[in-house]
């Protein structure tokens, strides 16, 4: 039997090994999403791996990542060479530049001309990710006096984070402005916007793709305190949530980490929004032929926890062994998946209101029924995705078939847990046609024999009209139907 699995998988690609025949290896390999990261490409390099995916496939979603508001050190004078060697109870001045400052041994300027103001005395400054770590010890209007608890080697535009301290940072940067005008215009199904620290930060975002006109889908990336203590309202304003535990990471003490990501995949869920976990998964693969041990139980733990997506970054970027990255974390999906005791349907789990609860109790009855009898695969049209995504959001143990009538409808649906999208690029003639479009999908993949047993989610009003019924009907009954309406076409 043809074994699909549920929790999909996005990779990372660079437009410097970005060819028609290695997208393919990935995609077969189980690469549902495209990630581009705009923080190492230019539009002509994010371009190019448009262009190149599309070719493959026009069928795969692409999401591109902002850089978002960062802090950074400004270029390091070139006097010092590499770097600047700090050691620890060294001291320094730190003084914001609006452009053209470079670091010194005697004063670092960071890219935010006020941020002087923002630091108190006592806060911590973390840069390369934590390499470095500086104390705040006094300050005037202009600068800070500063001590190096950890030292080390300080180049150029190196991150820099202020936890438990907000700062005053733009939600949208001219560099992340240009790069969504872009997606707007190029077929980008979805913008993972970084360091969102509220709901203001994703209102930002959405007002530049209502003014293109976009459809596409916005994923707020939860990276720091500020979009932690926001949690609600962020989910509450996002398409889906990344849990970008890299910068989270240095935000908070190790230790806190899976206790943030339980909370937040356990708040997506709720809110049926799609939840991606990502950082350094199977980062050991960046030269080894196979994961560590820890790596295989950590992408197994996002699993169990009933993530819709697990991501790739470095692994197929730049990585040895990017279509082997890939196929593991498919390998780990399906096995992991296969355990039924954990893996029961979230039937009964407290959901989050929302304006389409016929679609939302339609989507629970027909996840409840596939607990309750021998059903197959679950089959829907849809119009926006949302039928789809509300299915997912109950975590079924059966597939979901997704007969979708635009293309970026079914794109974003590669992001939803147990979602299989496919398209009809024909109006349906009536409220059964897509049923022969799901049968034939599944003829040609799962061997469908007469007498399984499918659920289908359709709308009595056509597609425009949503959800209003679940029928359970066998593969036998439902091609007879289809026939007798004259919609089975010739394959």
């Known amino acids: ?245 890299g910068d989270l990471g240095v935000e908070l003490p190790a230790e806190a980490i899976p206790g943030a990501q339980r909370r937040i995949v356990e708040k997506c869920i709720a809110a049926k929004r799609p939840v991606i976990i990502a950082t350094q998964m199977l980062y050991s693969m960046v030269h080894a032929p196979r994961p560590t041990r820890a790596e295989v139980s950590d992408v197994a733990g996002a699993i169990y926890e009933r993530v819709d997506a697990v991501m790739l970054s470095d692994e197929t970027a730049a990585g040895e062994y990017p279509a082997e990255s890939v196929a593991t974390m498919a390998r780990i999906a399906r096995e992991i998946e296969r355990d039924e005791v954990h893996f029961a349907p979230m039937i009964d789990m407290n959901m989050v209101s929302v304006n389409h609860e016929i679609t939302a109790q339609l989507a629970r009855s027909a996840v409840r029924a596939c607990t309750n009898l021998p059903v197959r695969y679950v089959v829907l049209d849809t119009l926006t995705g949302r039928t789809g995504r509300y299915l997912a959001a109950f975590r079924g143990r059966k597939s979901v078939l997704a007969v979708c009538y635009c293309r970026h409808a079914q794109r974003i649906l590669a992001l939803s847990y147990g979602v299989v999208p496919i398209l009809r690029d024909r109006e349906p003639a009536d409220r059964y046609h897509f049923l022969s479009d799901a049968l034939d999908y599944l003829d040609r993949r799962a061997e469908l024999a007469d007498d399984d047993l499918l659920a289908v989610v359709g709308g009595s009003f056509g597609p425009e009209g949503g959800a209003s019924y679940v029928e359970l009907a066998t593969a036998a009954r439902i091609r007879r139907r289809t026939a007798e309406l004259g919609v089975c076409e010739k394959r």
């Open 1 to 245: 039997m043809y074994e699909m699995k549920k929790t999909k998988i996005v990779a990372t690609l660079s437009d410097r090994r970005c060819t028609e025949a290695f997208v393919r290896q990935l995609h077969d390999a189980g690469m549902d999403v495209v990630r581009i990261n705009s923080a190492h490409v230019t539009v002509e390099g994010a371009e190019h791996i448009v262009r190149t995916v599309h070719a493959v496939d026009p069928a795969i979603a692409i999401m591109i990542d902002t850089k978002g508001p960062e802090i950074r050190v400004t270029a390091v004078d070139a006097s010092y060479g590499d770097g600047i060697r700090f050691a620890a109870g060294d001291r320094v001045a730190v003084r914001g530049s609006s452009g053209g400052d470079a670091t010194t041994r005697g004063t670092i300027y960071l890219n935010v001309p006020a941020i002087v103001r923002d630091i108190a005395v006592g806060a911590r400054l973390l840069v390369a990710d934590g390499e470095l770590e500086l104390e705040v010890t006094g300050r005037s209007d202009a600068e800070l006096e500063c001590r190096f608890v950890t030292g080390g080697v300080l180049r150029s535009r190196k991150s820099v984070n202020v936890p438990g301290v907000a700062i005053d940072l733009p939600s949208v940067t001219e560099r992340d402005r240009r790069f969504i005008e872009w997606a707007v215009c190029s077929d980008v199904d979805f913008v993972a916007h970084s360091f969102v620290r509220s709901a203001r930060d994703v209102a930002a975002v959405q007002e530049l793709l209502d003014a293109c006109g976009s459809p596409m889908k916005i994923i707020s990336k939860i990276e720091n305190r500020e979009g932690l203590e926001h949690l609600d309202e962020i989910v509450e304003a996002s398409y889906g949530i990344m849990v970008a535990r």
